[in-house]
């Protein structure tokens, strides 16, 4: 099976502007988590969703938000983008509430 | 919340060195998960072991659970070992944090 891929990888953008990250699970995975990852904080989850549902959501403001689609594919969007935004978004996927597997990440720097 | 603690921060090892890595946990845990991190940011599954002892060529890991602990072991260790460990627990009945991650122990292996 193909593993959880990401895209972009890197990313480039200025204060002000929002973004758009895209995560595909495995196949047969019907559960999205993303987490945040930063020097000075560590991995900080984000928000998970299930079957197109959000079913859980961590403690970031409302810039940050995702969406499911039917086929389980997932983006994150953060718009307004601020320069404490800069880091390594990494998104897992799981068959449930169970053992999380993790793409590589998308990089994001914020001028 | 719960609190989880890895130690040490980091460690340097001469390659063929034997090594253990600690994580605690404050609370009660559903499940525990050990990742290795590459130099490119993917998170890589080692071991899920809520409890018990598993063992995958030179790695094995125990988590006892009633004690809150989990140990890594890396045996004869090799410079492809370098990179950070981290180790994760969902909670039972979790609410918004499905994985809590701790921050981790950075390891360098040299020949």
């Known amino acids: 099976k193909a593993g959880v891929t990401q895209t972009p990888r890197y990313l480039i953008k200025t204060r002000g502007q929002q973004v758009t990250l895209s995560c595909s699970p495995i196949s047969g995975h019907r559960s999205v988590s993303w987490y945040q990852q930063t020097p000075g904080q560590g991995l900080q989850f984000l928000f998970e969703y299930f079957s197109e549902t959000q079913r859980n959501k961590g403690n970031f403001p409302g810039r940050f938000s995702g969406r499911q689609f039917s086929n389980s594919r997932s983006e994150m969007n953060v718009s307004t983008l601020e320069l404490g935004d800069s880091a390594l978004y990494l998104c897992?996927?799981?068959?449930?509430?169970?053992?999380?597997?993790f793409g590589p990440g998308t990089r994001l720097t914020v001028l | 919340g719960i609190q989880v603690e890895q130690s040490p921060p980091d460690l340097i090892l001469q390659e063929g060195a034997n090594s253990t890595l600690r994580c605690n946990f404050s609370?009660?845990?559903?499940?525990l998960q050990w990742f290795h991190q590459n130099p490119w940011g993917q998170l890589i599954n080692l071991f899920y072991?809520?409890?018990g002892t598993k063992q995958n060529g030179r790695l094995s890991a125990t988590t006892v659970a009633t004690e809150r602990y989990s140990l890594l072991y890396i045996s004869s260790s090799q410079t492809t070992d370098s990179g950070v460990y981290f180790c994760?627990?969902?909670?039972?009945?979790?609410?918004?944090?499905?994985?809590?991650f701790g921050k981790g122990t950075r390891l360098s292996v040299i020949a």
């Open positions: 897992a996927s799981s068959l449930g509430q169970e053992k999380q597997f």
């Open positions: 072991i809520p409890s």
């Open positions: 994760a627990v969902d909670l039972p009945n979790s609410g918004n944090t499905p994985l809590v």
């Open positions: 609370d009660s845990v559903n499940n």
